[in-house]
Structures are given as structure tokens and as C-alpha cells.
């Protein structure tokens, strides 16, 4: 079984390399859990808000400019332009340009869109530096909401539940990952 964020900041002990590298690792596997959980962590006094928030925000971009460079990959794989139909007059790679704001920023707050969002943007090569720009400002938005919530929860949690803060807290992180998961139900066309 592997280990949960729980455990790796325990066993990264007080060492605050060791804690932002644990928090970035976290982003890569599930974003939103990982920035309720280092909350939770910054409330009971394990990890610095400093590290937490810049390992936050270092991770999730990481793992956006991750998203776009594979899109550039597929675009330059000829198997990957066989199977997706490009338009011939670059309409794609002009649309992405243009747009690269509205979709960084439109993608991080719906549930589910920055997948195919973020590897299009790649694959049809929208600017990078926009592409960044724009993650970058939109994770500092998203991200600081989502914790500065998540610390007031924990906050609450810390206080009112005790030995349980930890089941309050895994059901403040699964109620937003099935928040996240109706929205996108209900924003997808259906079948």
C-alpha cells in the first residue's frame, strides 16, 4: 500500500525541503487533496504557511507546464496527429492562442477540464510563456481560496473534533473532490 501525505510528512519529520518536496509530489497525484491536507498540516503546526503555500503553488504549475508539454509531445508524434483531426489552416493553433487565458483560467475552476485542456493548448501551441502567465495567475487564485478555506476548516476541526479532526477533514476533502466530480456531471453533455 503506499503511503499516504499523512505519513510522508511525518516521516519528513521537521525538515522544510523535505516537507515542500512531499507537498509537490502530493499536487502531482491529487491537487485539491493535497492542498486541503498541507492546510491541515499548517493548522496543527507541522508545516510553515511559507513552505506550504510556495510548494503549493510550485507544484500545481509544475504539473500544468507537465500537462502542456505532453500535449507538444503527442503534437509532434505522427501517430498522435493521425488520430486527432487538425484543421489545415491552423484555425486550432490560432484559437489557442488567442485563448489561452480564458482557458487556463476557466479550466481551473471547472472539475475535470484541465486534462484535455491543457495537453489542446500544448498540442496545438498556444505561447508557452501565456500558457505559464496564466497558470501561474490562476493557480495563486485558486489555490489561495482553496487553502485559506481548508485552514478555516481545519481550524474548526482542530477545535471541535479532536481525535477525529483527521475523518472531518478526509470528509472536507471528498465532499469537494464529489462537489467537483456533480459539476462536471452536469456540465457534460448528455448521453
Known amino acids: 500500500m503506499y503511503p499516504s501525505l499523512t505519513t510522508l510528512f511525518a516521516k519528513a519529520g521537521a525538515v522544510p525541503a523535505v516537507q515542500a518536496l512531499v507537498i509537490i509530489l502530493g499536487t502531482f497525484i491529487l491537487e485539491d487533496a493535497a492542498t486541503i491536507l498541507t492546510a491541515m498540516e499548517v493548522q496543527t503546526g507541522q508545516v510553515a504557511l511559507l ?22 509531445l503527442a503534437a509532434l508524434w505522427p501517430a498522435a496527429r493521425r488520430w486527432v483531426k487538425v484543421p489545415g489552416n491552423d484555425d486550432g493553433q490560432n484559437w489557442f492562442g488567442r485563448n489561452v487565458f480564458r482557458i487556463v483560467f476557466i479550466s481551473r475552476f471547472i472539475p475535470g477540464a ?19 502567465l496564466a497558470a ?15 485552514l478555516q476548516v481545519g481550524h ?15 470528509g472536507f476533502a471528498l465532499t469537494i473532490i464529489l462537489v467537483g466530480r456533480i459539476v462536471a456531471n452536469l456540465r457534460s453533455p448528455s448521453r
Open 51 to 72: 513552505v506550504a503555500l510556495l510548494a503549493l503553488y510550485v507544484g500545481i504549475v509544475a504539473g500544468d507546464l507537465g500537462l502542456y508539454g505532453l500535449g507538444r
Open 114 to 132: 484541465r486534462l484535455p485542456l491543457y495537453t489542446a493548448c500544448g498540442f496545438f501551441a498556444a505561447p508557452v510563456r501565456r500558457f505559464a
Open 136 to 150: 501561474v495567475a490562476a493557480t495563486l487564485i485558486w489555490t489561495t481560496l482553496l487553502f485559506t478555506v481548508s
Open 156 to 170: 474548526f476541526l482542530i477545535t471541535h473534533l479532536g481525535a477525529w479532526k483527521w475523518a472531518g477533514m478526509g
